[in-house]
């Protein structure tokens, strides 16, 4: 039976159409998760599904709403690493850090809200171990021409490297 956290991620990730125990699609010579010293990085999530990207273009042009749905779909797939390769989300101390690049012209002043649905849902899905600190930083372009790209950080309760 899953605990609360990770039936928590089932649930919104299958809201958002994402298969959180489907293996995730990885596009280049870098590891998707790498365990060291008691740390999970987790490497860039676009907001795919299966094969596709999402939400693609400039935050401007697809509006805040859908630019706040790439967030999610990028700390669900975030998450769904950590799931996948510690089997729990309850292996989970803290996130400590995440960062979210959103694709986006100079006119652009709204990343902060962008990021908060990406927060939101950390906390959301692991209670206070899902505060964290974060940097949200406006880019000229991302891979696959996606919308938001999220990385994060998070301590464990065991090391497992």
């Given at each position: ?52 990207v ?11 709403d ?14 769904a ?39 939101e ?5 692991l ?5 964290h ?29």
């Open positions: 039976m899953p605990s609360d956290r990770d039936q928590c991620l089932l649930d919104r990730a299958r809201a958002l159409g994402l298969d959180p125990d489907a293996p995730l699609l990885v596009g280049g010579n870098y590891q998707p998760l790498l365990l060291h010293a008691g740390i999970a990085h987790v490497s860039g999530q676009v907001p795919r599904i299966g094969q596709q999402v939400v693609t273009g400039p935050a401007e042009a697809v509006g805040l859908e630019a706040r749905r790439a967030a999610c779909i990028g700390a669900l797939r975030a998450l690493l950590l799931r996948q390769q510690l089997g729990s989300l309850d292996a989970v101390a803290q996130l400590l850090r995440v960062g979210v690049y959103v694709q986006a012209g100079p006119g652009f002043s709204q990343h902060s809200e962008v990021a908060d649905a990406a927060s849902l950390l906390v959301a899905v209670g206070q171990a899902g505060r600190a974060r940097t949200t930083i406006g880019v000229a372009s991302l891979p696959k021409n996606a919308t938001v790209e999220l990385e994060l950080q998070a301590a464990l309760v065991a090391p497992l490297d």
